[in-house]
């Protein structure tokens, strides 16, 4: 990533829509930095008399090395500075989709001298840099971009709309708010009235109690972020392709009466009321002395332990055996299981009694039928609860990772105020831990980084944005 001080002279330009084969009818090619519109203007022809102004819309065509030669048909977007996505000037080059055609003109002006490609979420950057953006906007926009679900989606959209910073300062500004106290108490004691240090305990607890709040909401809209890899274990043949299949709408695995059909990882990705969830049907895990079925049965072993949440299938016709036991005991204790009795369309009203009144350790969670359906609801509720994603109607706003970590840290802080309120110290002690918070929760909102944290923030954005 450029170093703060080149941005005021370089001028960088990207594809800033997505680029596929045969994939969208428009693309842009974004261009920005103080010699946007020279670079744009040696690249392109406009007929008539259309006027360079910002926020105009010109039409003509890119030029290929030869004058005569006319790469694309092109509308041509001016925004001046400081009215852009960047704050710089800026010219967008809305040119036909695809994938040749937007490179071809691309490349046409990344072949001007004093233009670069621009880097991962160097436009972004630039936004925040130049005041166009907080930090959690300009991260929302990446989420919002990355979004695997309408869900995530909508939770982007509320950092966007400054969701997340308007929280965060305002914490931010109650903290100041004490620390400007106790720093005049630190200076002129003897001239202000006695601060009461209960009062400034019970602020910093209420401004702890909202940080807390806010870490557990962010913990629970991580799984909408990442969504959820979901294993399928189980002997072979009780029905976790059949399973699969009913969960994803689709018939993506074999599905037989032999067992030892499923021989290698299968993975479908759905949607569970806004949870992006990778469902992975894994090979029937069994002595074999098939060389085949035992790779397949390794990676099985694997998926296991890399898993969100793991959901044993066992058949309820043959009932819960020693092999199912043991299956059990391979799942790790930290990762969340559930235990699936299918084929329930199999067995009559007083087998179905008895299966779900067995011993402790073999009773399902949910009994179901990977044929008829009856019971997919609940599986669907069953994993969605065991994951926390099911009470989140008044989930308004959600962290990042980055931004829960440094919340942490200010809670932390905070703690650390109090130990020391605890023992007594004078206030310049407590001053120490309560700028530590301060200064998190501004690095949540970019006020306080490094260029070295914006590249590492910045990197991951795609390029283009």
Request: glycine letters at 8%.
């Amino acid at each position: 990533m450029s170093s703060l001080s080149t941005f005021d002279h370089e001028t960088i330009a990207a594809v800033v829509t997505a680029v596929a084969p045969a994939q969208g009818g428009v693309a842009i090619v974004r261009v920005s930095g103080p010699d946007a519109e020279s670079v744009v203007k040696n690249v392109v022809s406009i007929p008539g008399t259309q006027l360079w102004e910002s926020h105009r819309i010109l039409y003509g065509y890119v030029l290929g090395e030869s004058p005569t030669e006319r790469l694309d048909e092109v509308l041509i977007l001016v925004m001046k500075a400081p009215r852009s996505f960047t704050g710089e000037d800026v010219v967008e080059i809305h040119c036909h989709g695809g994938l040749i055609s937007v490179q071809r003109v691309l490349g046409r002006v990344l072949s001007q001298p004093g233009i670069r490609r621009a880097m991962a979420g160097e436009f972004s950057q630039r936004a925040v840099l130049n005041g166009r953006l907080d930090l959690t906007s300009a991260e929302a926009i990446n989420e919002l971009i990355s979004a695997r679900s309408r869900r995530a989606a909508q939770l982007a959209m509320k950092g966007l709309d400054g969701g997340i910073q308007r929280r965060i300062t305002l914490l931010r500004k109650r903290l100041l708010d004490q620390l400007s106290e106790l720093d005049a108490r630190v200076d002129f004691e003897e001239d202000l009235p006695k601060l009461d240090s209960a009062l400034v305990l019970n602020e910093l607890q209420t401004v702890s109690l909202e940080l807390r709040q806010l870490i557990q909401d962010s913990e629970r809209g991580l799984v909408f972020r990442k969504g959820l890899r979901v294993a399928l274990i189980g002997r072979p043949n009780v029905g976790k392709s059949s399973l699969l299949n009913r969960l994803s709408g689709h018939n993506k695995a074999i599905v037989s009466d032999l067992p030892g059909t499923t021989r290698d990882l299968l993975e479908s990705s759905l949607d569970l009321n806004g949870v992006p969830i990778t469902l992975i049907d894994t090979a029937g895990i069994h002595e074999t002395k098939d060389s085949l079925e035992n790779l397949g049965i390794d990676r099985s072993y694997e998926v296991l332990l890399g898993a969100d949440v793991v959901l044993l299938v066992f058949d309820l016709g043959v009932g819960w055996t020693k092999a199912d036991s043991q299956l059990l005991e391979k799942i790790p204790a930290d990762i969340p299981r559930l235990l699936i009795g299918n084929k329930a369309d199999l067995l009559d009203s007083d087998n179905r009694h008895h299966s779900s009144s067995c011993h402790e350790e073999s009773s399902p969670n949910v009994i179901m039928s990977s044929l008829t359906g009856a019971g997919e609801e609940n599986v669907i509720q069953a994993i969605l609860k065991v994951c926390g994603a099911t009470d989140t109607e008044n989930l308004i706003i959600s962290l990042n990772e980055r931004q829960r970590d440094l919340a942490l840290a200010a809670l932390a802080a905070l703690a650390r105020v109090q130990e020391v309120a605890n023992e007594k110290l004078p206030w310049d002690f407590w001053t120490i831990d309560l700028r530590d918070a301060i200064h998190s929760l501004g690095e949540v909102l970019g006020e306080e980084v490094t260029e070295a944290v914006l590249d590492r923030i910045f990197s991951r954005f795609c390029i283009g944005k």
